[in-house]
T-cell receptor
Framework: AQSVTQLDSQVPVFEEAPVELRCNYS??????LFWYVQYPNQGLQLLLK??????LVESINGFEAEFNKSQTSFHLRKPSVHISDTAEYFC???????????FGKGTRLHILP | DGGITQSPKYLFRKEGQNVTLSCEQN?????MYWYRQDPGQGLRLIYY???????QKGDIAEGYSVSREKKESFPLTVTSAQKNPTAFYLC????????????FGDGTRLSIL
């Protein structure tokens, strides 16, 4: 069975500092991987996804994530965070023959002034 | 603008009462999903539907019911059998194929009076 582990429930970081949100998954078959962002009292928005090809994927607002098959990880990084990045971030996985997505429990990113 | 509309944004339920949460999409997506979100628990799948007039139970279907009479609509009823209904409910849709991301509504927050 698939599962997703987000190792940190909360991550505090100073504004303009770099951040890494960790995500590990388990699956016996090939997977697709996603990061979603949720702002307060809103639904989830797709941040970026890995389907195939280059293992480094980027979003339009400066986030990037790297698929590491040997470590079964898909960590999310940003070199310099802004106060507007305050949100909860969810890592998710789906098998390559299934449309159902398994979500991690989320990591709340707190930006400190 | 294409998207998913959930209504109402806030809903209150009395003990022993059934309530229905609305979800409408104009993205022409085939698949629709209902999730329950509790603090620190991530998203848990309640029901999903891959085609009109068909739906399947997710991981926590007890105390909930759904219908899919139209492609655009996937209402969720929280029945009196659901003993702990207080949560944030999210509806999503997708093309229903592996690797396709899900698009989310802005959620309905259900509370017990």
């Amino acid at each position: 069975a698939q599962s997703v582990t987000q190792l940190d429930s909360q991550v505090p970081v100073f504004e303009e500092a770099p951040v890494e949100l960790r995500c590990n998954y388990s699956s016996s078959v090939s997977v697709y991987l996603f990061w979603y962002v949720q702002y307060p009292n809103q639904g989830l928005q797709l941040l970026l996804k890995y389907l195939s090809g280059s293992t480094l994927v980027e979003s339009i607002n400066g986030f990037e994530a790297e698929f590491n098959k040997s470590q079964t990880s898909f960590h999310l990084r940003k070199p310099s965070v802004h106060i507007s990045d305050t949100a909860e971030y969810f890592c998710a996985v789906t098998q390559n023959r299934d449309d159902k997505i398994i979500f991690g429990k989320g990591t709340r990113l707190h930006i400190l002034p | 603008d294409g998207g998913i509309t959930q209504s109402p944004k806030y809903l209150f339920r009395k003990e022993g009462q059934n309530v229905t949460l609305s979800c409408e999409q104009n993205l022409n997506h085939d698949a629709m999903y209902w999730y329950r979100q509790d603090p620190g628990q991530g998203l848990r799948l309640i029901y999903y539907s891959q085609i009109v007039n068909d739906f399947q139970k997710g991981d926590i279907a007890e105390g909930y019911s759904v219908s899919r009479e139209k492609k655009e609509s996937f209402p969720l009823t929280v029945t009196s059998a659901q003993k702990n209904p207080t949560a944030f409910y999210l509806c999503a849709s997708s093309w229903g194929q592996a690797g396709q991301p899900q698009h989310f509504g802005d959620g309905t927050r259900l509370s017990i009076l």
